[in-house]
């Protein structure tokens, strides 16, 4: 389970093809999903071709990439993910892949593994001696509650017994698999109770009358408003001491008893400190020493960072007090700006001297109509000398490599079908496009 990969090289078939029947069902299969996403159908392209060989080869995972247009490392990825696809050769007559999870586990599963040890191979993955059956260890395959249960091929067995499974195994060995019923081996149907319905097994003893809701009552005038009662004086508030703490003193806690005079007039001098303070720091430009003592300016020391290259200062001021006060012009050290990626020419990151392409003369066309190409991709292909839809329809296959090579994103554009795209895009611009795909390139 840790490690899926592909069979060893000695057992791969030198190539892969669908029968007649099975390519047409591909070829319709396809059909069903939107232009531009035929790619969806990797997954049930695979499990025919599953069921047509038994098993998932190399040569199938390249067959089918090459058929829907994707990299061969994403079918891979598909493949390798899904314990339903085999990656090597199963038995022909059942592959048995035994639910291993803790449910299963718990309820007799170490014995199913043992069976199928003693009657088909010692170790998973291998065939038996004639080559009809095969076993493995899965995780959950879905039906915690019937547990312990296999799953063979398309189908589920499921509340097993040690002697069930032995019949089972039996059965698929000598190739009369189709006489065991898939489902629970017990007498339940599906996932309910075992043995039928064990509630709300009570016949109903009355018939349920419909219920009528009672008329409303007639409107009535609505009272006249009663007078309002007379004012009366408020009387005065009781002292109380709920919010005082009990171990403070009032003249220690000036809000339990209002502030006195010697704290409001300390209050003003503080205030009046604070204002004089922000008042001297605007002066002159400069930091307040006394609230903040040797503090410098932001831009102060910049020019002593780095040779004047400190990081986020765009500009650095370098005069003299005394330069400024005599009106001597302050000097100004401008940084330069890091180049912006997207315009970087990505033949000259890969060593090239010039563009690969040469541009065509003429206002370039939005190459962001294609999709899957950003405003950074269209910058970094027009540095390349592709500007026009035409251009990439026209891409030869060595002429797609030297591109995906350079902007280093293998398998990009047969993955986005950009060829197609360009070429409606070519031909008709974006009333072709919606014609075609059926949806606004924008």
């Known amino acids: 389970m840790v490690s899926r990969r592909l069979a060893d090289e000695s057992v791969q078939p030198a190539q892969f093809a669908f029968s007649a029947e099975n390519a047409k069902w591909a070829e319709w299969k396809i059909g069903l999903y939107p232009a531009g996403r035929q790619q969806s159908a990797v997954i049930p392209l695979l499990m025919r071709a599953q069921d047509q060989d038994g098993w998932v080869s190399r040569a199938t995972i390249e067959s089918i990439a090459d058929m829907l247009g994707m990299a061969y490392i994403r079918v891979l990825e598909v493949a390798t993910f899904y314990t339903q696809f085999q990656l090597q050769p199963v038995g022909k007559h059942a592959h048995i892949q035994v639910c291993g999870t803790t449910p299963c586990q718990l309820r007799g599963a170490e014995a199913l593994i043992d069976i199928c040890k003693s009657k088909i191979h010692h170790d998973p993955h291998h065939l038996n001696a004639d080559g009809t059956m095969s076993w493995e260890e899965v995780e959950c395959a879905g039906a915690c509650v019937n547990a312990p249960m296999v799953t063979i091929y398309h189908d589920t067995y499921e509340d097993l017994t040690p002697e069930r499974f032995e019949e089972i195994v039996d059965a698929f060995h000598a190739g009369k698999g189709d006489t065991i019923k898939p489902g629970p081996q017990i007498a339940r149907l599906h996932s309910s109770a075992e043995g039928g319905q064990t509630t709300l097994l009570e016949k109903p003893t009355a018939k349920r009358e419909k219920f009528i809701p009672p008329a409303p009552p007639p409107e009535a005038a609505p009272p006249a408003p009663a007078a309002a009662p007379a004012p009366t004086a408020a009387a005065p508030a009781a002292p109380t001491t709920a919010g005082k703490p009990k171990d403070v003193a009032e003249e220690n806690a000036p809000a339990l008893k209002g502030t006195p005079a010697s704290a409001k007039v300390s209050e003003a001098k503080a205030e009046g400190e604070r204002k004089a303070a922000s008042a001297s720091a605007k002066a002159n430009g400069k930091p307040n020493k006394a609230m903040r003592e040797g503090a410098t300016g932001a831009e102060t020391d910049a020019a002593k960072v780095d040779g004047g290259k400190a990081p986020g200062k765009a500009t ?127």
């Open 316 to 442: 650095t001021e370098a005069a003299a007090d005394g330069a400024a006060a005599a009106g001597t012009k302050k000097t100004r050290t401008i940084i330069a700006p890091k180049a912006n990626p997207a315009e970087v020419v990505p033949t000259a990151e890969k060593g090239g001297a010039a563009p690969l392409f040469a541009a065509p003369a003429g206002a370039p066309d939005d190459l962001k109509l294609i999709s899957g190409v950003g405003p950074v991709l269209e910058g970094r292909l027009n540095a390349l000398g592709i500007t026009k839809w035409s251009q990439v329809a026209a891409l030869t296959p060595e002429q797609i490599d030297q591109v995906e090579g350079s902007l280093n994103f293998k398998g990009r554009v047969a993955r986005d079908n950009w060829l197609q795209q360009a070429d409606v895009l070519a031909r008709g611009g974006v009333d072709e496009y919606r014609k075609v795909f059926g949806k606004d390139p924008r």
